[in-house]
C-alpha cells in the first residue's frame, strides 16, 4: 500500500503569522486523518517557526496513525524526539535562512554524526528515515548509517519541466532501486502537486509520499467560498 502523510507545518505557519490559535495544527491533524490520511508529518525547526514544542505533544497524544517527526540531526531536537517518540523520524538538513528544506541530507560529509543520530533514535524503537537527493552515493552513506528508510527528495523533480523533468524521475527511479536493495523503506516527497504525484506514485516499491504545500493551498481556496458563506450568514441573521 501507498501511504499518504500530509505535512501540516504550513497550518501552523499561518497560526504563526499572528502568534494566535487558529488555525491549530492539532485541529488540522483530526481532519486529515478524517480524510484518510496514513500519516501526520511535522518538522520540529530550530527556530520554531511554525510547528511548536505544544503541538508536537498533543499531536502525540491525539494522533491515531503515524506520527512523522522531520528534524535536523542535533542533540538538542534529537532528545526531544527521544522524549516524545514519535512512531518515525526523519532526518533532515536545516539551514536558518532556508525559505523550505533546500536539498537532501550531507550524510557522506556527516557519517559518524548520522550514524550516531540513527543509533540513537533506533534504541528508542523509533523508525528512521533519511531525506537525500536522488544520488546514489548519498544512499550508500545512508544505507551505511542502519536507517530503516529513504525519503527520495522530489524538489528537483517538481521544479523541472519537459524532457528535464523526465531525466528527474530517471535519477529518482534509479535511486529508488538502490533503496530498496539496501532494504530500506522507499519514501518520497517535497514539491508534490494534483498534477505531478502521478509518476512518483508509480514508481516500483514506493511506500510513502509527504505532502503538505499542495494539500494545504488547495484546502485554503476549496474551503474559502464556505468560510466567506458562513460569515455572511453570520452577517444577515445579525441583523435579522
Ligand atoms: N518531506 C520533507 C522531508 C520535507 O522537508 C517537506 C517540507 O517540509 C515535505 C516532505 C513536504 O513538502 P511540500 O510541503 O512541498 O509538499
Known amino acids: 500500500m501507498l501511504e499518504l502523510g500530509v505535512n501540516i507545518d504550513h497550518i501552523a505557519t499561518l497560526r504563526q503569522a499572528r502568534k494566535t490559535y487558529e488555525p491549530d495544527p492539532v485541529w488540522a491533524a483530526v481532519l486529515s486523518e ?3 490520511a496514513d500519516g501526520i508529518t511535522v518538522h520540529l ?3 520554531r517557526r511554525h510547528i511548536q514544542d505544544r503541538d508536537l505533544r498533543l499531536l502525540r497524544e491525539t494522533v491515531t496513525v ?11 531536537v ?3 524526539a527521544c522524549a516524545t517518540r514519535p512512531d518515525q523520524a526523519t532526518l533532515v538538513p536545516e539551514r536558518r535562512e532556508e525559505v523550505t528544506t533546500e536539498g537532501g541530507l550531507d550524510v557522506r560529509s556527516r557519517q559518524d554524526a548520522v550514524t550516531r543520530a540513527v543509533e540513537r533514535l533506533r534504541s528508542e524503537g523509533i523508525f528512521v528515515s533519511l531525506f537525500l537527493d536522488p544520488d546514489l552515493e548519498q544512499i550508500e552513506a545512508g544505507a551505511a548509517t542502519g536507517a530503516d528508510a529513504v ?3 522530489t524538489g528537483s523533480y517538481a521544479l523541472a519541466r519537459g524532457a528535464a523533468q523526465q531525466e528527474q524521475l530517471i535519477k529518482l527511479t534509479e535511486a529508488a532501486k538502490l533503496v530498496l536493495e ?6 518520497a516527497g517535497h514539491g ?5 504525484v502521478h ?3 508509480a514508481i516500483c516499491g514506493m511506500r510513502e509520499l509527504n505532502i503538505g504545500h499542495s494539500i494545504v493551498s488547495r484546502a485554503v481556496l476549496v474551503g474559502l467560498e464556505r468560510a466567506v458563506r458562513e460569515m455572511k450568514q453570520l452577517l444577515v441573521t445579525q441583523r435579522g
Open 199 to 201: 509518476p512518483i506514485a
Open 78 to 80: 534529537i532528545d526531544i
Open 192 to 196: 508534490l502537486n494534483y498534477q505531478n
Open 34 to 36: 478524517l480524510g484518510g
Open 151 to 153: 525519503e527520495l527528495h
Open 66 to 76: 503515524k506520527l512523522n517527526l522531520e528534524m535536523a540531526c542535533e542533540p538538542t
Open 182 to 187: 539496501r532494504k530500506m523503506r522507499l519514501h
Open 45 to 47: 525547526r530550530e527556530d
